[in-house]
């Protein structure tokens, strides 16, 4: 399986941006950048999901490095809301299709009020 | 907006008995999953369901595992001799291939 490197953990204050970083070295040209995160007692949950260009949605932005060996989930404006675990994930979306989703450790982001 | 459910919430069940977790997908998805989290450790992946057979299996997916659906509608998990190790969260997820997966809130088991 394709890999993903992120930080243990993060804290952030309430209302400001978060950067999220990801990365992915090894990435392949058909791999698909994926986000989801867990709320406290919570299910995982689709937060944003992208192949080469940048997106954005209601929930969060996604910027792809150039290089597609890095990415880094933006969260504008932080809420204690969002305090959660942030996993990135690589999906194969062409030939060799995922269908299960390997989960990591992920981020722990942490919103100071 | 459409979600996935899960019942129950929380199922306590003594060492050796059967049980079985309930999901009811998204309408309008084919694929269905069920993941597992032990307290502390990631998520996992146990099963892949698609055309009613089963697509892929994890390791944690032995005979003691199945799954079915039933109706149409919904979608169950059963463990057939419940261990002590089963205690986790149990996510069930559905979606459409290599597209996003939507999961239910989880059933919390308990083995005692």
């Known amino acids: 399986d394709a890999k993903t490197t992120q930080p243990n953990s993060m804290e952030s204050n309430e209302e400001e941006p978060v950067h999220l970083p990801c990365n992915h070295s090894?990435?392949?040209?058909?791999?698909?950048i994926h986000w989801y995160r867990q709320l406290p007692s919570q299910g995982p949950e689709y937060v944003i999901h992208?192949?080469?260009s940048n997106v954005n949605n209601r929930m969060a932005s996604l910027a792809i490095a150039e290089d597609r060996k890095s990415s880094t989930l933006i969260l504008h404006r932080a809420t204690l809301r969002d305090a959660a675990v942030y996993y990135c994930i690589l999906r194969d979306g062409y030939v060799n299709r995922d269908d299960k989703i390997i989960f990591g450790k992920g981020t722990r982001l942490h919103i100071l009020p | 907006e459409p979600e996935v459910t899960q019942t129950p919430s929380h199922q306590v069940t003594q060492m050796g008995q059967e049980v079985i977790l309930r999901c009811v997908p998204i309408s309008n998805h084919l694929y269905f999953y069920w993941y597992r989290q032990i307290l502390g450790q990631k998520v996992e992946f146990l099963v892949s369901?698609?055309?009613?057979?089963?697509?892929?299996k994890s390791e944690i997916f032995d005979d003691q595992f199945s799954v079915e659906r039933p109706d149409g509608s919904n979608f169950t998990l059963k463990i057939r001799s419940t261990k002590l190790e089963d205690s986790a969260m149990y996510f069930c997820a559905s979606g459409n291939q290599a597209d996003t997966q939507y999961f239910g809130p989880g059933t919390r088991l308990t083995v005692l």
């Open positions: 090894t990435i392949s040209g058909t791999d698909y």
């Open positions: 369901f698609y055309n009613n057979e089963i697509s892929e």
């Open positions: 992208g192949l080469t």
